[in-house]
C-alpha cells in the first residue's frame, strides 16, 4: 500500500526558471510574481505534491472543493 505524499511546505523550483512558494501563496517565474487565482493555485500544489503520479479529476475535486462532492465526467 503506498503512503500519501507529503505537501510542499517549502519553496519548490521547477521547470527552468519557475518557483512555487506555498508560504507566500505565491508562484514565481525568473522571480516575478504571476498572478494566480487561488483554485488554480491549489490545483498547482497538488499535482506538485503528486508529481510523477496521476492525479484523478476525483482527487482534485475533493481537495479543492472538499469531500462529499462529485464531478460529473463528460
Given amino acids: 500500500m503506498a503512503t500519501r505524499p507529503v505537501p510542499i511546505r517549502q519553496l519548490l523550483k521547477f521547470g527552468q526558471d519557475f518557483e512555487f512558494d506555498l508560504r507566500a501563496f505565491e508562484l514565481r517565474r525568473s522571480g516575478v510574481p504571476l498572478k494566480l487565482e487561488p ?12 508529481r510523477g503520479e496521476l492525479v484523478s479529476r476525483q482527487e482534485i475535486v475533493e481537495r479543492i472543493l472538499g469531500q462529499g462532492r462529485f464531478c460529473r465526467h463528460r
Avoid: H
Avoid at 39 to 50: S, V
Fill in 39 to 50: 483554485t488554480p493555485f491549489r490545483i498547482l500544489d497538488l499535482l506538485l505534491e503528486q
